[in-house]
């Protein structure tokens, strides 16, 4: 039912998660006994202030989107949320296995015994037979992300959970098994190799053994990709590796995706510093402009902008260029390389079709905030420590 009225204002994104992780928060500060002891980030002021914009120009323009203001609001509780969780030790690696165990499930039934397997519980779902499944999400692209965003929330728990490192590894192979051979998303497996391959450059001391290895595993990978990806995606992966202007020219999914960036990129440079707002109107003039300076776009027109980092730069101008610097910079200040290559690849696939309400996209930015707060505290008590040690030395 809650689908069906959100389905009716316009978006198709269950407001559940949102209004739980709010009631949550809100139970989080009243149990709080020192209110001065619940933290904000920088980050998290700087979301909180994209939030607030985007109410504000509500009132300035004449087009008024639930579903608009709704992402940035998800944004900020979402991520704080994750962030809340991970300062007080309620983090848990079990509730992630069981979705991922859900994921798997509905995904393997609806790929080898039948299609339809799920699809009930579901208020829509978008495949066709040459595509991937798209077990409970609604089609095999949001499928592939949410298993990409999973796998990256792995890295976390690889990091600061020494004793489940070979749960850890059986997760992460379950989930590029997901991405790769159920999901079969180009831009899933796109982003996937963008973090593969970012983590082996920023890895430290690379050896020659390691090296090897990685490469095999990219062998391996691609074998398995061209095997059995199934026909669409060889097509793809193909054309992008051959000659991508023309792969995006000629497919008419991939050539919608890339206008859409072209026209929030063009519409954002154009009116720097101004902000948009939510007009549909306006973003419809833009593509076709878009369209009568190239006739490279063809596909159509969308009245809804497809890409999440370029929404959020059309819509709130300079102040929306915020989100996903601060994006990238939560991620990049870590010292682990597998968790600073993932700032890299949601730096490419949030300019896909990819909204900013996802929640797993701001609770992965609410973990790594999280995860930079205990490491601070723990160099903090370090370096107390140390200092207390050469007092009692002086003493002695």
């Known amino acids: 039912m809650t689908t069906r009225l959100m389905a009716g204002l316009g978006t198709d994104l269950q407001p559940t998660a949102l209004g739980l992780a709010s009631i949550s928060l809100v139970a989080i500060a009243g149990l709080a006994r020192d209110k001065m002891a619940l933290p904000l980030s920088r980050v998290h002021l700087l979301l909180l202030l994209c939030c607030l914009y985007s109410f504000l120009i509500s009132f300035v323009h004449d087009s008024y989107s639930i579903q608009s203001f709704g992402n940035y609001t998800s944004l900020f509780v979402f991520s704080l949320f994750g962030f809340w969780t991970v300062r007080f030790g309620a983090l848990s690696i079990s509730p992630i296995l069981v ?3 859900a994921w798997l499930l509905t995904g393997t039934v609806q790929s080898y015994i ?7 519980l579901l208020f829509h779902s978008r495949t066709t037979s040459d595509r991937g499944v798209a077990s409970l999400a609604a089609e095999p692209s949001y499928y592939g992300i949410c298993c990409l965003f999973l796998l990256f929330s792995m ?4 990091t600061h959970t020494p004793s489940k490192q070979r749960v850890i590894l059986i997760t992460e192979v379950l989930l ?3 991405i790769i051979l159920l999901a079969k998303s180009m831009f899933a497996i796109l982003g996937l190799v963008v973090w593969l391959f970012s983590s082996f450059i920023l890895k ?4 020659i053994k390691f090296t090897l290895g990685a490469s095999f595993l990219f062998l391996i990978g691609g074998g398995a990709i061209v095997a059995l990806g199934g026909e669409r995606l060889n097509k793809l992966m193909n054309g992008f590796f051959s000659n991508p202007l023309s792969l995006f020219k000629t497919d008419a999914s991939a050539n919608q995706r890339l206008s859409d960036i072209a026209g929030a990129v063009y519409g954002f440079l154009s009116q720097l510093p101004l902000a948009f707002g939510y007009g549909t109107n306006t973003w419809v003039a833009y593509q076709e402009e878009i369209g009568r300076i190239s006739n490279f776009f063809w596909y ?7 890409s999440g980092y370029g929404a959020a730069m059309f819509e709130l101008g300079f102040v929306g260029l915020v989100i996903p610097i601060t994006c990238f910079v939560s991620f990049w200040r870590h ?3 597998r968790i600073r290559a993932i700032g890299i690849s949601l730096s490419i696939v949030m300019f896909a079709a990819v909204p900013l309400a996802l929640p797993m996209f701001s609770f992965l930015i609410g973990i790594s905030e999280g995860a930079t707060f205990l490491n601070q505290r723990s160099r903090a008590l370090a370096v107390a420590l140390s200092g207390i040690g050469k007092l009692d030395t002086l003493a002695t």
Request: proline share 3%; hydrophobic share 30%; with cysteine.
């Open 99 to 101: 979705s991922i165990g």
């Open 114 to 120: 039948d299609r339809q397997f799920g699809l009930q």
């Open 155 to 158: 890295q976390f728990f690889r």
């Open 176 to 178: 590029v098994f997901q």
């Open 204 to 207: 430290p001391n690379k050896s």
């Open 300 to 306: 159509g027109k969308s009245y809804r902008i497809m």
């Open 335 to 337: 010292d682990c390389y």
